[in-house]
């Protein structure tokens, strides 16, 4: 079975500065897909970014950038010049490509502050 | 409006009481999904359908039934709600990507369920 994991619990950056959430996971496939969701207070679950493991290239949305290590089986986030509307839990989250596999797993997700 | 639904948002109910959480979705999504939240825990996958009248266990399935007779709609019953069942509840939907693709999942708004 597929595992998702995120060993920091919190995590805080100053206003304008960059931060980098980890993520590592586990899997014997070899093609799948990554993402990271953003939950602000409201609750809603919102996309952030995701990751074809076939694509070499790291994706990029914005301020919002992975580094993602295939080999290592990690999957970072970075966030630059932070806002204070970036204050949220983040949820790394991994799917196989078809069949029993292609529903998504969590990892227990990381809250970010965003101090003024 | 399209989009996914939940009802209700807030539910509180006794241990031993029937429950059920239903969600609806408008745009014909294969794919169905119910997730709980619980502090420390992430989101987990309670059960799944890949389209009506499918249905399949996730994580953690005791205590939940589901049924899809319609596509739109993705009910999740308790049928004898305990304590250990207090979360957010989280409905989400996908639809059936073409061969070599892959898409986006939508999460609802979420049910938040308190059992005394």
């Known amino acids: 079975a597929q595992t998702v994991t995120q060993s920091q619990p919190e995590m805080s950056v100053q206003e304008a500065e960059t931060v980098t959430l980890s993520c590592t996971y586990d899997?014997?496939?070899?093609?799948?897909?990554l993402f990271w969701y953003k939950q602000p207070p409201s609750r809603q679950m919102i996309l952030v970014i995701r990751?074809?493991?076939?694509?070499?290239q790291n994706a990029t949305e914005n301020r919002f950038s992975v580094n993602f290590q295939k080999a290592a089986k990690s999957f970072s986030l970075k966030i630059s010049d932070s806002q204070l509307g970036d204050a949220a839990m983040y949820f790394c989250?991994?799917?196989?490509?078809?069949?029993?596999?292609?529903?998504?797993?969590f990892g227990k997700g990381i809250t970010l502050s965003v101090r003024p | 409006d399209a989009g996914i639904t939940q009802s209700p948002r807030y539910k509180i109910t006794e241990t031993g009481r029937q429950v059920t959480l239903m969600c609806h979705q408008t745009?014909?999504?294969?794919?169905m999904f119910w997730y709980r939240q619980d502090l420390g825990h992430g989101l987990r996958l309670i059960y799944y359908?890949?389209?009506?009248?499918?249905?399949d266990k996730g994580e953690v399935p005791d205590g939940y039934v589901v049924s899809r007779s319609k596509t739109e709609n993705f009910p999740l019953t308790l049928e004898s709600a305990t304590r250990s069942q207090t979360s957010v509840y989280f409905c989400?939907?996908?639809?059936?990507?073409?061969?070599?693709?892959?898409?986006?999942?939508?999460f609802g708004p979420g049910t938040r369920l308190t059992v005394l």
């Open positions: 989250a991994y799917r196989g490509r078809s069949g029993a596999n292609s529903k998504l797993t």
């Open positions: 745009w014909s999504h294969s794919y």
């Open positions: 899997t014997s496939e070899s093609d799948y897909y």
């Open positions: 359908s890949a389209a009506a009248d499918i249905t």
């Open positions: 990751q074809e493991a076939y694509k070499q």
């Open positions: 989400a939907s996908r639809r059936l990507a073409p061969e070599g693709g892959t898409d986006t999942q939508y």
